[in-house]
């Protein structure tokens, strides 16, 4: 179960301490990531080495290794707005774009995830008072610079509390982000066990799966089985 500041992971780890006892040949272990960009890349790129899944915003195809994993829809989170202490709107209890107006306000790059892709189509098309700065993925870095020149941050709630200079506000009509599970095109019976179980306790949010588990990746031959899981189960990009 990976975590690092921008990859919480609460959520699905409450969720397995509840269930973990029907899945007794199941075992997660704990994996600490880095959250700078250029390194926590490969363990995406890399599935099914150091770690076998990993719990993340949904990606957008834009991303180089989203042809080479299989995803599980989760949840849904909020969109919220990362405001530094102290900023003007800080206090504020929601947030609307207008009140966004004249502020620079930081967004990841096209085709990171479908949610963040309707947050910047709508600042552009309808509020263009709004001066939208894009940057590469986030990191930890983006987070430090933007709490030093006040920009404000477009993140979802699941990283509330992540960077201590930070107040996270809800962004009214800022839509959801989605939470995946993202693991191995060819994975082992283990894999799938664990997304299977975590996919059945979120119930009613979760998907039946991507499009790469409907053309026929679920049913491939498993190069080996394992009855124990070491895997990155984050939310974050």
């Known amino acids: 179960l990976a975590t690092s500041l921008l990859r919480p992971t609460r959520k699905i780890a409450a969720w397995w301490k509840d269930i973990e006892v029907d899945h007794p040949t199941l075992k997660l272990t704990i994996v600490s990531i880095p959250d700078e960009f250029e390194r926590w890349q490969k363990y995406f790129h890399e599935l099914g080495d150091e770690i076998d899944v990993a719990a993340a915003i949904k990606p957008g195809e ?50 990171t995830t ?15 008072s709004i001066r939208l700065a894009e940057c590469s993925p986030y990191d930890v870095g983006d987070l430090n610079a933007a709490a030093e020149d006040g920009s404000i941050v477009i993140v979802c709630e699941d990283w509330a509390g992540a960077h201590p200079f930070f107040d996270f506000i809800p962004l009214e009509e800022g839509g959801h982000v989605t939470i995946s599970l993202i693991y191995p095109l060819h994975c082992n019976d283990a894999i799938l066990e664990f997304v299977d179980a975590i996919s059945e306790r979120a119930g009613g949010n979760a998907t039946k799966g991507s499009i790469h588990e409907r053309t026929g990746a679920h049913h491939a031959h498993h190069a080996h089985v394992e009855g124990r899981l070491s895997g990155q189960v984050g939310s974050g990009r």
Do not use: M
């Open 62 to 111: 834009g991303w180089s290794w989203f042809k080479k994993c299989r995803i599980r829809d989760i949840y849904t989170t909020p969109v919220v707005c990362a405001v530094p202490q102290g900023h003007r709107l800080c206090r504020k209890e929601r947030l609307t774009f207008a009140d966004l107006h004249d502020e620079r306000v930081l967004l990841g790059p096209p085709n």
């Open 114 to 128: 479908p949610a963040y892709d309707l947050v910047r189509a709508r600042i552009v098309s309808e509020h263009p």
